[in-house]
Protein backbone atom coordinates (compact mmCIF):
# COMPACT_ATOMS: atom_id res chain seq x y z
CA UNK A 1 0.00 0.00 0.00
CA UNK A 2 0.65 3.22 -0.38
CA UNK A 3 2.38 5.26 3.00
CA UNK A 4 1.86 9.01 3.91
CA UNK A 5 -0.29 10.17 7.13
CA UNK A 6 -1.38 6.71 7.86
CA UNK A 7 -0.75 4.01 10.28
CA UNK A 8 3.08 4.91 10.42
CA UNK A 9 2.87 8.38 10.61
CA UNK A 10 0.89 8.37 13.07
CA UNK A 11 3.25 5.57 15.50
CA UNK A 12 6.13 8.13 14.34
CA UNK A 13 4.21 11.66 15.67
CA UNK A 14 3.49 8.88 18.54
CA UNK A 15 7.18 8.16 19.54
CA UNK A 16 8.03 11.53 18.61
CA UNK A 17 5.74 12.76 22.21
CA UNK A 18 8.20 10.21 23.63
CA UNK A 19 11.65 11.47 22.42
CA UNK A 20 12.01 8.04 21.31
CA UNK A 21 14.06 8.74 17.94
CA UNK A 22 15.14 4.62 18.17
CA UNK A 23 11.22 4.31 17.45
CA UNK A 24 11.00 7.00 14.51
CA UNK A 25 14.37 5.16 13.18
CA UNK A 26 12.36 2.11 13.26
CA UNK A 27 9.69 3.18 10.80
CA UNK A 28 12.68 4.50 8.19
CA UNK A 29 14.38 1.72 8.10
CA UNK A 30 11.15 -0.62 7.42
CA UNK A 31 10.03 1.93 5.07
CA UNK A 32 13.23 2.19 3.22
CA UNK A 33 13.67 -1.30 3.37
CA UNK A 34 10.43 -3.05 2.28
CA UNK A 35 9.73 -3.27 -1.35
CA UNK A 36 5.98 -3.98 -1.11
CA UNK A 37 5.76 -0.05 0.52
CA UNK A 38 5.38 3.19 -2.08
CA UNK A 39 6.30 6.04 -0.12
CA UNK A 40 4.48 9.48 -1.27
CA UNK A 41 6.71 12.00 -3.11
CA UNK A 42 7.37 14.41 -0.13
CA UNK A 43 6.60 11.29 2.87
CA UNK A 44 10.33 10.84 3.29
CA UNK A 45 10.62 14.09 4.41
CA UNK A 46 8.32 14.06 6.82
CA UNK A 47 9.64 11.20 8.40
CA UNK A 48 13.25 12.57 8.66
CA UNK A 49 11.85 15.52 10.13
CA UNK A 50 9.56 13.28 13.07
CA UNK A 51 13.34 11.69 13.41
CA UNK A 52 15.01 15.35 13.92
CA UNK A 53 12.13 16.44 16.62
CA UNK A 54 12.40 12.92 17.96
CA UNK A 55 16.17 13.86 18.93
CA UNK A 56 15.01 17.53 19.98
CA UNK A 57 12.73 16.16 22.75
CA UNK A 58 15.35 13.64 24.04
CA UNK A 59 17.49 16.24 24.44
CA UNK A 60 19.90 15.41 21.76
CA UNK A 61 20.20 18.93 19.10
CA UNK A 62 23.44 17.66 18.05
CA UNK A 63 21.99 14.34 16.36
CA UNK A 64 18.70 15.94 14.88
CA UNK A 65 21.09 18.28 13.06
CA UNK A 66 23.41 14.98 12.13
CA UNK A 67 20.34 14.28 10.43
CA UNK A 68 20.81 16.41 7.76
CA UNK A 69 24.04 14.52 6.93
CA UNK A 70 22.22 11.36 6.96
CA UNK A 71 19.42 12.24 4.65
CA UNK A 72 22.05 13.46 1.86
CA UNK A 73 23.45 10.09 2.26
CA UNK A 74 20.16 8.82 1.94
CA UNK A 75 19.42 10.94 -1.26
CA UNK A 76 16.24 12.34 0.46
CA UNK A 77 15.77 16.25 0.18
CA UNK A 78 16.21 18.44 3.00
CA UNK A 79 13.63 21.67 2.60
CA UNK A 80 12.78 24.11 4.88
CA UNK A 81 11.29 22.94 7.39
CA UNK A 82 14.07 21.01 8.22
CA UNK A 83 15.94 23.79 8.84
CA UNK A 84 12.95 25.47 10.57
CA UNK A 85 12.56 23.08 13.10
CA UNK A 86 16.34 22.93 13.75
CA UNK A 87 16.71 26.67 14.08
CA UNK A 88 13.75 26.94 16.82
CA UNK A 89 15.58 24.04 18.60
CA UNK A 90 18.69 25.94 18.52
CA UNK A 91 17.31 28.04 21.88
CA UNK A 92 19.08 31.14 22.56
CA UNK A 93 22.16 29.16 20.75
CA UNK A 94 22.80 32.28 18.06
CA UNK A 95 26.26 31.18 16.58
CA UNK A 96 24.04 27.26 15.90
CA UNK A 97 21.19 29.02 14.85
CA UNK A 98 23.27 31.16 12.23
CA UNK A 99 25.15 28.44 11.22
CA UNK A 100 22.25 26.24 10.21
CA UNK A 101 21.01 29.50 8.50
CA UNK A 102 24.27 29.55 6.46
CA UNK A 103 24.30 26.17 5.59
CA UNK A 104 20.69 25.69 4.39
CA UNK A 105 21.44 28.65 1.70
CA UNK A 106 25.19 27.31 1.04
CA UNK A 107 24.43 23.30 1.02
CA UNK A 108 21.18 23.35 0.01
CA UNK A 109 20.74 25.87 -2.28
CA UNK A 110 17.12 26.50 -0.05
CA UNK A 111 16.08 30.51 -0.49
CA UNK A 112 14.51 31.24 3.05
CA UNK A 113 11.23 32.10 4.17
CA UNK A 114 8.83 34.37 6.17
CA UNK A 115 8.44 31.17 8.70
CA UNK A 116 12.21 30.34 8.73
CA UNK A 117 13.17 34.15 9.20
CA UNK A 118 10.32 34.32 12.20
CA UNK A 119 12.26 31.22 14.04
CA UNK A 120 15.86 32.15 13.63
CA UNK A 121 14.68 35.57 15.15
CA UNK A 122 13.24 34.03 17.75
CA UNK A 123 16.66 32.82 18.45
CA UNK A 124 19.11 36.01 17.74
CA UNK A 125 19.69 37.86 20.72
CA UNK A 126 22.30 40.53 19.64
CA UNK A 127 21.75 44.04 17.75
CA UNK A 128 24.31 43.41 14.60
CA UNK A 129 22.92 39.73 14.06
CA UNK A 130 19.26 40.59 13.97
CA UNK A 131 19.73 43.75 11.65
CA UNK A 132 22.12 41.49 9.76
CA UNK A 133 18.76 38.83 9.42
CA UNK A 134 16.16 41.98 8.60
CA UNK A 135 18.22 43.07 6.41
CA UNK A 136 18.59 39.38 4.09
CA UNK A 137 15.22 38.94 4.99
CA UNK A 138 14.15 42.09 2.68
CA UNK A 139 16.47 40.73 0.06
CA UNK A 140 14.39 38.55 -0.48
CA UNK A 141 11.23 40.89 -0.28
CA UNK A 142 10.08 40.04 3.28
CA UNK A 143 9.47 42.81 5.82
CA UNK A 144 8.24 41.93 9.53
CA UNK A 145 4.93 42.00 10.08
CA UNK A 146 4.09 45.30 11.87
CA UNK A 147 1.40 43.55 13.85
CA UNK A 148 2.98 40.04 14.92
CA UNK A 149 6.28 41.35 15.18
CA UNK A 150 9.14 38.83 14.68
CA UNK A 151 6.39 36.27 14.42
CA UNK A 152 5.42 36.62 10.79
CA UNK A 153 6.92 38.11 7.65
CA UNK A 154 4.89 39.62 4.60
CA UNK A 155 5.89 40.46 1.31
CA UNK A 156 7.33 43.36 0.57
Not at 105 to 112: I, N, Y
Not at 144 to 154: A, E, L, N, P, R
Request: hydrophobic share 40%.
Amino acid sequence: GHVHRGVFFNIARLWVRLGNERGVRAILDVLAEDYYLSVYPGAMQEYWRCLMEAYIRAGKLGNAINTLDEMQMQACTRDISHYVTLIKACGDDESKALALYERMQKSDKLAPTGQLFAALLTVINTKNARDSVLQDAASYGLSVDSITGYKKFVKL
